[in-house]
């Protein structure tokens, strides 16, 4: 079974970056796709992108131009590059796996192991 854990997470102001990492170990880490969801107080989680085995990405429409997903399998990590980043960025990011072709859907469903998820918060 796949384990994750975030980390990158903190306090940044409005227009600022950060960048996530979500690192996997007990399984064959390439072998998956990976998905970043978020959740911000009293709202749903929503999908934020995902990343395929072939580093295909895919992003929700309020991550588009702004935000990046990128791997790097030989570390068994994935990246969130965010940038100029808005009070509505708010929330606990999480990563997670899923070896299922509608890995693009943003179908929490379809992901199967998740991490403990790393707060991010932006305010002046």
């Known amino acids: 079974q796949m384990q994750l854990a975030e980390s990158g997470g903190g306090l940044v102001q409005p227009g600022d970056s950060l960048r996530l990492a979500c690192v996997g170990s007990?399984?064959?880490?390439?072998?998956?796709?990976v998905g970043w969801f978020r959740q911000a107080p009293g709202k749903a989680r929503e999908f934020v992108g995902a990343?395929?085995?072939?580093?295909?990405?895919y992003y929700g429409d309020f991550a588009k131009g702004r935000f990046t997903i990128s791997r790097d399998n030989a570390k068994s990590t994935v990246f969130l590059q965010m940038n100029n980043l808005s009070p509505e960025d708010t929330g606990v990011y999480s990563c997670?796996?899923?070896?299922?072709?509608?890995?693009?859907?943003?179908?929490?469903?379809?992901?199967?192991?998740w991490g403990q998820g790393t707060q991010v918060t932006v305010s002046s």
């Open positions: 990343i395929n085995r072939s580093q295909g990405t």
């Open positions: 997670a796996t899923t070896t299922n072709v509608a890995w693009a859907r943003g179908e929490q469903y379809y992901y199967g192991a």
């Open positions: 007990g399984g064959t880490f390439r072998n998956y796709h």
